[in-house]
């Protein structure tokens, strides 16, 4: 009676957490999985579909409850996206004694892919008492071969409306880059460039998948490419349709009403907008920027039915609609000495590639800041610079080239303006000295976001 309660104890404290992690005594009866992986082939191209058969075999003389995989770490080219009832976190699967449970997994051929050998290697768990687990680990071995084919791509200009490739539509001077194949280690971008036909050809590139994206300089507009695979001594066959960008048939302007505003002011804008193509039966806009606290945006109700969120207009074909729009001046516009507005238009909400875009820019004078900095000698990015003395130094406007102020360096190599007009300003170095390549050096000169960086300089040529 002893032997038996120590026995029945020994296999309670073996069970931790709703998994049996341990051994138990000689002969007492339990669950025992042994599980065996097998892949469908025994070599693989990169572009194939990879499909493995896995089953676990209860060899015990006891149900195996919640069996699932416990890892799959270590493989290599072989990742299936779901292991179904039997994956980490699942509700896993009972396998009576002496019965298997079956299942297929799939997946391409993925990275990492190491020594050019898929691995599918792991172990299963069951919630089960189980005192062997030496024979729960699987691993499955099989080659992968690094073929070649093709790819011809087609862009045309459906200038027809035959929704249809045809004669003389064909869009030369595209550029085509395939990347990939994005499912192995090394992938790169291959390049082409379509000829008078429209179609840029790739040959002998590896099996895989790939993506293709496309440039051009004459305004055609070409989607990028889903997901496709290059497979053995094949060529595969895209045709992508290209579109001619909106603005080319919808024109816009977008003006302020003065030159120059003072903080406080009403702004008034005029909206033009003329469609030269079909009826567009709405045009909405967004006007935004790179955040500035002088910009305007159209979030405010004087932008009428160009507002964010409005209703937008309509405009027939040969139709030019002009639309007024008043707006407060941002608060930040006088720390910065200038207003900015910069809208796209376009028939839907998200303004997509190929719309038309206008701005302008008026002047919000009166802030002055003082600034300081220092005039160094340049050694590179990895030795400081030292300081110069007697450089003569003026500031331009960033965007007119107007000189605005100028100073010397005195022994230490400092230098300082005073009472500068707000702005964004760039230096300029006279005599012996020339100012550094490569070196940003813009002045940022804002009421509480100031930025004067190092003028780093080197002998005239």
Same mark, same amino acid.
């Given at each position: ?25 000689? $002969? ?46 270590? $493989? ?12 980490? *976190?699942? =509700? $896993? ?17 993925? !990275? ?18 189980? =005192? ?5 680990? /699987?691993?499955?071995?099989? *080659? ?12 045309? $200009? ?21 990347? &990939? =194949?994005?499912?192995?280690? &090394? ?8 000829? =008078? ?30 997901? /496709? ?10 045709? !992508? ?16 009403? !003065?030159?120059?505003?003072? +903080? ?14 079909? +009826? ?100 590179? /990015? ?15 406007? !960033? ?15 400092? /230098? +300082? ?45």
């Amino acid at each position: 009676m002893l032997t038996r309660i120590a026995a029945v104890t020994t296999a309670t404290a073996l069970v931790m957490g709703g998994f049996f992690t341990g051994t138990a005594s000689a $002969g007492f009866p339990a669950a025992d999985l042994e599980p065996v992986v097998t892949f469908d082939k025994a070599d693989y191209d990169t572009a194939d579909t990879v499909s493995v058969t896995f089953t676990v075999k209860n060899v015990g003389k006891k149900p195996a409850d919640r069996v699932r995989i416990s890892k799959d770490g270590g $493989g290599s080219g072989f990742f299936p996206r779901s292991y179904g009832e039997l994956g980490i *976190g699942g =509700p $896993g699967v009972r396998i009576e004694a002496g019965a298997e449970y079956v299942a297929h997994f799939s997946a391409p051929v993925n !990275r990492p892919l190491t020594a050019d050998r898929l691995v599918f290697k792991g172990a299963v768990e069951t919630s089960s008492l189980e =005192p062997q687990l030496a024979n729960n680990a /699987f691993e499955a071995t099989a *080659g992968v071969t690094f073929g070649k084919g093709g790819a011809k791509v087609l862009v045309y $200009g459906d200038t027809n409306r035959s929704d249809g490739f045809d004669d003389g539509e064909g869009v030369a001077g595209v550029g085509v880059h395939l990347f &990939g =194949p994005n499912n192995i280690a &090394g992938g790169r971008d291959y390049e082409a460039t379509t000829g =008078p036909g429209g179609e840029a050809r790739f040959t002998d590139i590896p099996t895989g998948v790939y993506r293709a994206y496309y440039t051009s300089d004459t305004g055609w507009l070409v989607p990028s490419e889903d997901a /496709f695979t290059v497979v053995l001594n094949t060529d595969v066959d895209l045709v !992508r349709k290209a579109a001619r960008p909106l603005s080319d048939t919808l024109k816009a302007t977008v003006a302020f009403d !003065r030159d120059v505003y003072a +903080a406080g002011d009403t702004v008034g804008i005029t909206v033009t907008l003329t469609n030269t193509g079909d +009826a567009l039966p709405v045009v909405y806009a967004e006007c935004s920027g790179m955040g500035s606290q002088s910009e305007l945006y159209n979030t405010t109700d004087g932008w009428g039915p160009l507002k964010d969120g409005g209703s937008g207009v309509s405009l027939n074909a040969g139709e030019t609609k002009v639309v007024q729009v008043t707006a407060p001046l941002p608060a930040g516009a006088a720390a910065v000495g200038f207003v900015t507005v910069g809208c796209a238009f376009g028939p839907g909400r998200s303004m997509g590639n190929g719309v038309p875009r206008s701005g302008d820019r008026a002047e919000v004078p009166g802030a002055v800041v003082d600034a300081s900095g220092r005039v160094l000698l340049d050694h590179g /990015f990895s030795t400081p610079g030292t300081p110069v003395a007697g450089v003569q130094l003026t500031l331009r406007a !960033r965007d007119t080239g107007e000189a605005v102020a100028s100073t010397v360096s005195d022994e230490t190599g400092r /230098f +300082a303006f005073t009472e500068v007009p707000v702005g964004y300003y760039k230096p300029e170095v006279a005599g012996p000295w020339q100012l550094a390549p490569n070196r940003w050096m813009e002045f940022r000169l804002v009421v509480g976001d100031m930025n004067v960086p190092a003028v780093y300089v080197l002998p005239a040529a």
